[in-house]
């Protein structure tokens, strides 16, 4: 008799135990998105075609938002499209990286093949990366336009 007291008690703490540990993982915290994004990008005053842009988050690590991107067009106005294909961007501080992208439009479009290809702007290499890029944006749920005023020094 126990024995089978002890093993009770400890299969009850064991099932606690399990309750605790399991209970503080499922709940994940969730994040709100602002489902239009958009905007110009500019180096030194002057549109930024065929740019590749993306918003990483910098919130709470415990959420797990997805980035948001997209591309410049010949006057350098992007839109943004999350990870998880919805349109706009999560709400909250982000880092903004913006790459070079491809000269002309995709691949796939022949009348895109057809048509002269723009040329593609230096982007300073301080913006590639989400560690070291000096662009910080906060995206609100009201504002639906934010401009990115690059500079060749990178500030």
Do not use: W
């Amino acid at each position: 008799m126990l024995r089978l007291r002890s093993a009770v008690r400890g299969v009850a703490r064991l099932s606690l135990g399990v309750v605790l540990v399991l209970g503080g993982c499922s709940h994940s915290a969730s994040y709100t998105q602002n489902e239009s994004v958009e905007g110009t990008v500019t180096l030194d005053g002057v549109p930024v075609a065929n740019a590749v842009v993306q918003f990483v988050p910098d919130i709470d690590p415990k959420v797990q938002a997805p980035s948001s991107s997209g591309y410049t067009d010949e006057k350098g106005h992007f839109k943004l499209t999350c990870d998880n294909t919805k349109p706009g961007a999560v709400v909250g501080k982000h880092n903004v990286v913006v790459l070079p992208g491809r000269s002309g439009g995709g691949a796939d479009d022949e009348e895109a093949k057809a048509a002269p290809r723009a040329k593609v702007a230096p982007v300073p290499n301080v913006y590639s990366l989400a560690s070291t890029t000096p662009l910080k944006i906060e995206v609100t749920v009201e504002n639906h336009s934010y401009d990115l005023a690059l500079t060749k020094r990178g500030q």
